[in-house]
């Protein structure tokens, strides 16, 4: 646990915030005294999430596509009538579906790189130029995924979130003029909502092929990300860590 009023009146936008790591982030600023706009596509899942997150503290649903660069426009004008202000963003919206390199189709293939690349890039740009740039501070968060030895049996994304990676280190340098701090956090195989979407037998026993022998929680996630964010890490940017029990540097995770 962190000290209570860790992030105390911080204005902070979590994108794909209805669901699993993106709502257990938002879950967690709440709790540490932080005002959170959550955004996501499905506005009716996105609304009751908010609903539930407004018993921990000021929550406001703002619906909207990262693909989209009208949307995301959209979702900052929002928090400018709103809050005035944005402190905080954190681009977790993102995913893909496994299959392999050669079976991808090229609307396949850019839907994945829309979604985790495009999109990421879009709303860090948008946010930058409406917030964080004449506030001169801000502080960005990227969810990416393990790709640490390249992501074989999901090739799209990890060229995606390589791409956000190098977005990152880019953007520590060349946004450090205006006290921006931008990290990335790159997850290993983490308990959450977002496992539903692969086939039982491409997890079946995928514990046991990580070192520390189980899967991360989205709580965990969430403690690394209120860390990140948090004056703590104020001399880290530009990094990526890895929160996967060891994952990347050991052995093979998934039969391709
Ligand atoms: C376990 C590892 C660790 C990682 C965990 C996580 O990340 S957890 C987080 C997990 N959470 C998430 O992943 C949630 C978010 N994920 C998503 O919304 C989708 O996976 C998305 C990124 C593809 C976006 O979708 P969209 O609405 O833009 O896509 P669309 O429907 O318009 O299709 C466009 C093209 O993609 C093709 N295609 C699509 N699906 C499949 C498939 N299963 N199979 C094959 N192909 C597929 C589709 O056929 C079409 O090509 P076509 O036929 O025209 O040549
Ligand atoms: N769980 C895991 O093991 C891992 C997860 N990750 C990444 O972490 C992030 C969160 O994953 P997790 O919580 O598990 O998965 P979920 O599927 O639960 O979360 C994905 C969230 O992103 C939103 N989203 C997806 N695409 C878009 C879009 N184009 N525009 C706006 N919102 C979007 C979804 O909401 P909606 O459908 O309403 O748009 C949903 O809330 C993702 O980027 C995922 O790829 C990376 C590595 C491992």
């Not at 879009?122 to 030895?149: D, H, L, V």
Request: glycine share 10%; charged share 20%; with cysteine.
């Amino acid at each position: 646990m962190f000290i209570k009023d860790l992030l105390k009146d911080k204005v902070i936008l979590v994108t794909g915030g209805r669901s699993g790591i993106g709502y257990q982030i938002a879950r967690s600023c709440l709790l540490y005294g932080a005002v959170v706009y959550i955004t996501s596509r499905k506005e009716e899942k996105l609304k009751a999430a908010a609903k539930k997150l407004k018993e921990l503290g000021p929550c406001y649903a703002i619906a909207g596509d990262i693909r989209a660069v009208e949307q995301v426009q959209n979702v900052a004008e929002h928090i400018k009538a709103l809050s005035g202000r944005l402190d905080i963003l954190v681009n977790n919206a993102g995913g893909q579906f496994p299959a392999p390199a050669q079976d991808i189709s090229p609307n396949g293939w850019n839907a994945v790189i829309n979604n985790n690349l495009n999109g990421t890039w879009y709303m860090t740009q948008i946010m930058a130029k409406e917030f964080f740039i004449p506030q001169q501070s801000g502080s960005i968060i990227n969810i990416i995924a393990n790709m640490f030895r390249g992501f074989p049996g999901m090739v799209h994304t990890g060229a995606a979130r390589a791409g956000v990676d190098n977005i990152t280190k880019t953007l520590a340098v060349e946004w450090s003029r205006f006290n921006i701090r931008i990290n990335a956090i790159a997850p290993g195989i983490i308990q959450s909502t977002g496992l539903e979407q692969y086939p039982p037998e491409l997890l079946k026993d995928v514990s046991d092929r990580i070192p520390l022998k189980r899967l991360g929680t989205t709580k965990e996630v969430a403690d690394l990300a209120v860390f990140l964010m948090s004056p703590m890490a104020n001399f880290i940017t530009g990094e990526t860590i890895y929160i996967d029990g060891g994952q990347r540097l050991w052995g093979d995770v998934f039969e391709f």
